[in-house]
């Protein structure tokens, strides 16, 4: 699987449990954890859309082990983040060492996705596009 089709996966089951957290809390009348529903559509939804935007015009990252491992890094580190914060705005202080933790791995993949987006021409640049040229 490639770092992009991973990312567009994941980005779309993030948002059907971001809509799932949000018509929740629309019918309990309930609204405490809409932090986490915030962390969850914009970490999960909306960075691994544009991740898998950008592993798609970069063929050769796109296929890459090291891009893969970044979004599962932030998979991972956002699906945490998203019960920590949640726990946090129920009243459970004591997950507040995991959503620090969590926040510092959303951050590594972050880091990871900078090192990407600055690294030398092999993979920043996209593959060539077919070009049409008048007949003659």
Do not use: C, K
């Amino acid at each position: 699987m490639t770092a992009s089709a991973l990312s567009f996966r994941l980005a779309v089951l993030f948002v059907i449990a971001g809509m799932a957290m949000g018509i929740g809390m629309a019918m309990s009348q309930d609204h405490s954890i809409m932090p986490a529903h915030a962390h969850l559509n914009l970490l999960g939804w909306v960075s691994l859309f544009l991740f898998g935007i950008y592993y798609e015009r970069r063929p050769a990252l796109d296929t890459s082990r090291l891009a893969i491992i970044q979004v599962a890094v932030w998979s991972i580190g956002t699906v945490v983040l998203t019960i920590a914060v949640a726990a946090l705005h129920l009243g459970y202080t004591a997950f507040d060492p995991l959503a620090a933790i969590a926040s510092l791995t959303v951050l590594a993949a972050m880091l990871m996705f900078a090192y990407f987006v600055f690294r030398p021409a092999r993979y920043l640049n996209p593959t060539p596009t077919g070009r049409l040229t008048p007949a003659e």
